[in-house]
């Protein structure tokens, strides 16, 4: 059965694009929830049923226009009997425009602008339920603390803090009502029981997320404590942190690396293009999609670097880019140049013409890697920041220092730079062979010229210098071995040449 078809429904699909539809839902259930992916089959079978019911002579999926196909859809989720919510109208258009986009990413021929923006319903206002900080207990405190942080953290690090003080102080009022001055906190039993109360969340909550919220409530803490607020010391401590999981770098394989390059070049699009140049410095998908149309700059005869704009660490910067680099950059001006005037006119100042808002490009992209590593066979799933780490990977491979590598990828801090890097066995057997090499170029002893020793005599002196010469000459010849049992061999040889030098300096010496 058709992963459209549902014997209950009362949709029926149309019989020539069920199948289109099908496809795509089918891929999109390798990577998103099972509730989802219902979703998406059942948004499929009522666009497709409408199709089949009010336009069944549509064949081709380049023949629907946006009207009257797509706005007559949506007309008609208005007058459903029992009538819509926004919430689900505008579920089922944004679900029906995603797919509609993910096939024209696949290379099916459909107009641009089918479902706009404005055909969205109106969100409802929402009230917000949850208690402000003036409402709680050492509330006033915390917030004005917290407007301080405002003027110099991004406006979401704040709001992070605002939702552990709200949690932490909550946790207060409900369990230690009799709690009145900051002074007469102690981390037993206060601080213990808000560990406990949020190992306890339903759901519960991850150790990456308890840890950010005892490091956020560890800095208002001693804050106020700098502040002059009567805080005892150490009221979270380091162990109490919870650990962060460990997970291995994400690089392509070599190989992998490799066929998915080729295939990306093969195929010689827009949004491939923008993969290659994403492989080749390193950038974020975020930051590929606000490249400037000027990215590429000029730094130095024959030297040039990609300007990368503000992006997760709102921080800029120049990743210096080779030949290869340019030529893509320059491929991706020219597909540009073809791209329809309203997508031109809409991002003027971008690399990457959009037809839409920037979410839609950063989907597209992320289906083009998707389609070309199925293509170039690749076993796991790649995703854009994948690209990151083989890149990164790659960099250490051809001896980038750590230092060098953080400001290429634009980090702050080298043990973010640690988790991108992957060492594999065959990078540690080269290295080590490597070292090894090195090191006995560097204790090698220098060679000397046999012409530089004076000549042999048959005279006492003279075949104690032969002697010497001859032990010398040994020994550099054995350091050049290879072969641990030759090596000794010699050295047993050499220690009878000693014994020989050493028996004709007590004749020397008894002749005298």
């Not at 994400?250 to 070049?265: I, K, T, Y």
Request: glycine residues 4%.
């Amino acid at each position: 059965m058709s992963f459209l078809e549902n014997p209950f429904s009362p949709f029926r699909p149309h019989p020539v694009f069920s199948e289109i539809f099908d496809s795509r839902i089918q891929w999109f259930a390798t990577s998103l929830h099972p509730e989802t992916i219902n979703g998406y089959r059942v948004v499929a079978r009522r666009f497709l049923s409408y199709l089949q019911a009010d336009f069944p002579q549509i064949r081709e999926l380049s023949e629907l226009h946006r009207d009257p196909h797509l706005l007559g859809w949506v007309r008609g989720l208005y007058q459903q009997n029992p009538p819509l919510s926004n919430g689900t109208r505008e579920q089922y258009m944004s679900k029906l425009r995603c797919l509609l986009e993910n096939l024209t990413a696949a290379g099916h021929s459909l107009q641009p602008g089918l479902i706009l923006a404005e055909d969205f319903p109106p969100r409802p206002q929402r009230k917000c339920i949850r208690l402000q900080l003036s409402n709680l207990r050492f509330g006033e405190l915390f917030e004005a603390h917290i407007q301080i942080l405002a003027t110099t953290l991004r406006p979401g690090t704040i709001a992070h803090y605002r939702t552990t003080a709200r949690c932490f102080l909550s946790y207060l009022q409900t369990d230690f009502p009799q709690l009145h001055q900051l002074a007469e906190l102690r981390r037993d039993p206060h601080l213990f029981g808000w560990f406990r109360h949020l190992c306890q969340k339903d759901p519960p909550l991850c150790n990456t997320t308890r840890q950010e919220y005892l490091l956020h409530l560890r800095r208002l803490l001693d804050d106020l404590a700098s502040g002059g607020h009567a805080l005892p010391p150490g009221l979270i401590l380091t162990e109490d942190l919870p650990p962060r999981p460990q997970y291995l770098p994400r690089a392509l394989s070599l190989e992998e690396d490799q066929r998915l390059q080729e295939e990306l070049r093969r195929t010689n699009d827009l949004l491939s293009n923008a993969l290659l140049l994403m492989r080749g410095t390193g950038i974020r998908i975020g930051e590929c999609v606000d490249l400037a149309i000027n990215c590429l700059r000029s730094i130095g005869p024959d030297q040039w670097a990609v300007q990368v704009p503000l992006g997760k660490l709102r921080t800029e910067r120049l990743v210096p880019v080779d030949e290869d680099v340019r030529q893509i950059v320059d491929c991706i001006l020219t597909l540009r140049a073809n791209a329809p005037a309203s997508h031109l006119a809409r991002s003027a100042r971008f690399l990457l013409p959009r037809s839409g808002p920037s979410s839609t490009l950063y989907r597209n992209l992320r289906v083009a890697l998707h389609q070309a590593a199925e293509r170039a066979g690749c076993s796991d799933r790649t995703t854009p920041h994948r690209l990151r780490h083989t890149y990164a990977t790659e960099m250490i491979r051809l001896g980038v220092s750590l230092p060098a590598l953080m400001k290429l990828l634009g980090h702050k801090t080298i043990r973010m730079t640690l988790r991108y890097v992957q060492v594999t066995q065959r990078d540690l057997q080269r290295e080590f062979h490597l070292a090894r090499q090195s090191a006995v170029q560097l204790h090698r002893m220098p060679e000397l010229s046999i012409s530089s020793f004076p000549s042999a005599t048959s005279d006492l002196p003279g075949i104690c210098r032969t002697l010497a010469t001859t032990r010398h000459l040994l020994e550099m010849y054995r350091r050049q071995l290879k072969e641990e049992a030759s090596k000794r061999k010699l050295q047993r040889l050499a220690q009878r040449l000693r014994t020989v030098a050493l028996e004709l300096d007590r004749f020397a010496t008894s002749e005298k």
